[in-house]
């Protein structure tokens, strides 16, 4: 059974990089995309985009200049980088794995919750 | 980007009744539709997609239906299990992937 892991520092500074992996376990992410979505404290969901397996990707536009999604197959990881972040990035962030692009979402992550300090 | 609007934002029900959801698209997201269920200090789970197909493991009670700009995700009678977040999700038109605000379950 496939299984998805968020992991990255729990406390970035405002300002820096916010960087996140998703390693996949007991499955492949050959043929698959990683769609990271967050969620602030009490409040809804965000897609921030997805990465397919080839490295293609595709963003919200409302983070697009600030996100960069990447994928090393190597280590069956998909990674986020969020630059110069605020109070407002503070969130838990999820990964999702799904085999079309355009799609709903089966498997998760268990999130990890990110803390922007001023 | 379509704006997916849930209602109501609460709604209280006894267990063994039924709970109807709604789901408003801003523009027709034909039947790609999918509906989750997340409990607090857990990730979403999925539980229809295709507006109306259960996901693997989902009990008969959790029903999907709608297409184009309405949708409706009905729960036959209320398990304590059940009380929980539900949001919407539309994967039509994109980017972005837009969810809904979200409709908290709660006891009656």
């Known amino acids: 059974q496939v299984q998805l892991q968020e992991s990255g520092p729990g406390l970035v500074k405002s300002s820096e990089t916010l960087s996140l992996t998703c390693t996949v376990s007991g499955g492949s992410l050959t043929g698959y995309y990683c769609s990271w979505i967050r969620q602030p404290p009490g409040k809804g969901l965000e897609w921030i985009g997805f990465?397919?397996?080839?490295?293609?990707?595709s963003y919200n536009s409302s983070l697009k200049s600030r996100v960069t999604m990447s994928v090393d197959t190597s280590k069956d990881q998909f990674s986020l980088k969020l630059t110069s972040v605020t109070a407002a990035d503070t969130a838990v962030y999820y990964c999702?794995?799904?085999?079309?692009?355009?799609?709903?979402?089966?498997?998760w992550g268990r999130g990890t919750l990110v803390t922007v300090s001023s | 980007e379509i704006v997916m609007t849930q209602s109501p934002a609460t709604l209280s029900v006894s267990p063994g009744e039924r709970a109807t959801l709604s789901c408003r698209a801003s523009?027709?997201?034909?039947?790609?539709l999918a509906w989750y269920q997340q409990k607090p200090g857990q990730a979403p789970r999925l539980l229809i997609y295709g507006a109306s197909t259960r996901a693997t493991g989902i009990p008969a009670r959790f029903s999907g239906s709608g297409s184009g700009t309405e949708f409706t995700l009905t729960i036959s009678s209320l398990q304590s299990e059940d009380f929980a977040v539900y949001y919407c999700?539309?994967?039509?038109?994109?980017?972005?992937?837009?969810f809904g605000q979200g409709t908290r379950l709660e006891i009656k």
């Open positions: 999702a794995r799904h085999y079309y692009d355009g799609s709903s979402y089966s498997v």
């Open positions: 990465v397919y397996y080839s490295g293609s990707t």
């Open positions: 999700q539309q994967y039509n038109s994109w980017p972005p992937i837009t």
């Open positions: 523009q027709s997201v034909s039947s790609k």
